[in-house]
DNA sequence: GGTATTTGACCTAA
DNA sequence: TTAGGTCAAATACC
């Protein structure tokens, strides 16, 4: 834990200046653990994925898609963890404000309902990836923010209306040295109600505007160090296929990929990739 | 034709 | 009054 990089911690929105501070300010032990174990996860993940070359076949799929779904799993559990004491933590004021809101419309009016789901309980993080959380999400707006250069965009889950999620997020970039990757500040508001709301198929499904020129990646494979999420067992496959310098140059467009900003066109992550192929 | 995204209008809280 | 969150029609994409 001691190594554990603060700035993808999740903060509270409204009291904690510091993320540190903040991070240790309830007893988030429950959710440490599943960082932790998300931790783990995706460095065996990477392992996999990083060295890929040519097309998988049917166990290395499975096994990608196993570690792909237990990682998701780990995030929900974590933000619905932390949502839950945040929640705890209301304040009074803010509770009023909501009790009051529902009382105003039992009283008959039958206006367009503009319903603001934010009423404090949100968690944020900073994130270079910010799609890649384990829901699927529907863009419902986007503005242009006082102050900041990037629009804020406004997402909602998909499954909203058929099984009535009331979870919104917002994606906002931040600004940055050229010299930095870009980051993200993304902030959940609300609680996922959703059942379908993880998604085990492999990861290209999850954000519908990603840009399809990064998918084709996914699709190979070569050294892995896989562990069954059911057993913990380790096994390595092997792929005669994967060299060094190979590796390396494909750890290197990945890396471009998921720094390149969110509203980058298709033709620029083509771009990226066939700069970095040279 | 169905689904997702964009965008201007509308609404609410501060 | 203004900034920001949400709605929904228009548009784009598959």
Redesign the pocket.
Known sequence: MDNLDTRYLPHCSSTCADKFECFACVDHQPAINEIVKMQSLVAQLRAIVLPACEIMNDLQLELVSQLFGTLQDCTSKVISELQIQYSAQLIDVDRR?LVG?ISDCKKG?T????????YGDSTSYMTPVPHYDGHQW??????????SKHQ???Y?C?YKHEQNCMA?K?VQQQEHNTTEPVMYTVAY?GRHACKANTCPAPPHVI???TP?GAMSLHRTIGTQEAVSPDTDSHKILENEHATPQWTEDVQGLLEKIAFAPLDSDIWEIDAILSLGAR
């Open positions: 404000k809101n009016c206006k367009k309902k503009y319903k603001r789901s934010r529907r863009k419902y707006g986007q503005k242009i923010i006082r102050n804020r965009s406004y909602r998909t919104t917002t508001y954000e519908t505007s399809q």
